[in-house]
């Protein structure tokens, strides 16, 4: 759960953050890419549950209901990710799923980065 919660780890592949690791601790998220007026991004959210090392959930002012679950799968573990977001009833008519989940990673690449 360390990429999720340690700001060194999500530094490497999310954006710079502030995590206060309770439930309703914070967690500012400043992404590290720029539009092209050179902004960022800055997600505020607070920690609203926390398991550790199988559950983080925030909700924030950027994406909502953001939620990670860890569960065992075989040699592997399973990352399941959904995230809820409530969409103004202005908003245009077609907007991307906001669910996903992701395929289990062996056991042997432990401790290696994923190549994106």
């Not at 360390?2 to 995590?19: H, I, M, S």
């Not at 092209?36 to 398991?51: F, K, P, S």
């Not at 550790?52 to 925030?58: D, I």
């Amino acid at each position: 759960m360390a990429a999720l919660t340690d700001p060194a780890e999500l530094t490497g592949w999310w954006g710079q953050a502030d995590v206060d690791l309770v439930e309703g601790g914070k967690f500012v998220l400043r992404w590290l890419k720029t539009d092209d007026c050179g902004n960022r991004a800055e997600m505020h959210a607070t920690i609203t549950r926390l398991e550790p090392p199988r559950l983080l959930e925030s909700t924030g002012d950027l994406h909502g209901v953001l939620r990670w679950e860890l569960r065992p799968d075989g040699d592997g573990t399973l990352l399941a990710f959904s995230s809820t977001l409530e969409l103004p009833s202005s908003a245009p008519g077609c907007w991307p799923a906001g669910t996903g989940t992701w395929t289990r990673w062996p056991r042997s690449s432990a401790g290696r980065r994923p190549t994106w």
